[in-house]
């Protein structure tokens, strides 16, 4: 499976990691995650899930309950997860070309690419709040610990990825 494939979708997933608990439903496109995708994709993402329920259920060792919990959780805030990752990659991209464009340097544009770019953060970081509110009442503090830091890892491992020159 390529890198960037495993990146988008893990970026996805970093939040909860148990969405595997339903089987899927019909050949590949009828599960929530990876509809539509190509089947290598699907199965790379399907295995990746399944990966991570299993470092889920081995460190966090959650009831059978909390996993249809920390489900619906994943299933709630993936939208906004996703959203919010392809505004940034969005706006990296429009960025990158209006710096490229040495033609027609558009500095009202870029700046407020810049604005737009630097509110990312902040936004990630009101989701994870959020999300981390929710796991308080989903897990003990130990377990919450254990999955945070599966989440961690997760991001590293993302970062870690992404570490390579930019392209040109």
């Keep these: 499976m390529r890198f960037p494939v ?10 909860t990691a148990v969405s ?35 470092l889920v259920r081995k460190q966090v060792q959650p009831t059978e309950a909390q996993l249809r919990q920390l489900q619906a959780l994943d299933q709630r805030l993936e939208p906004q997860r996703v959203t919010l990752m392809r505004e940034e ?19 009202a544009k870029i700046g407020d690419a810049l604005d737009r770019l630097v509110k990312f953060p ?15 009442t989903i897990l003990n503090p130990l377990q919450r610990a254990r999955y945070q830091a599966i989440q961690e890892q997760v991001r590293r491992q993302i970062e870690r990825g992404r570490g390579g020159p930019p392209p040109a």
């Design 6 to 15: 495993l990146a988008a979708f893990a970026l996805s997933l970093s939040a």
């Design 89 to 107: 990659q969005a706006t990296r991209l429009t960025l990158r070309q209006l710096m490229l464009d040495t033609a027609n340097v558009d500095q």
């Design 122 to 136: 902040a936004r990630r970081a009101a989701l994870m709040e959020a999300e981390q509110k929710e796991l308080s």
């Design 20 to 54: 595997a608990q339903q089987p899927a439903r019909g050949g590949g496109a009828g599960g929530r995650r990876g509809a539509g995708a190509p089947p290598e994709m699907a199965r790379g993402q399907r295995a990746v899930r399944q990966a991570l329920e299993r």
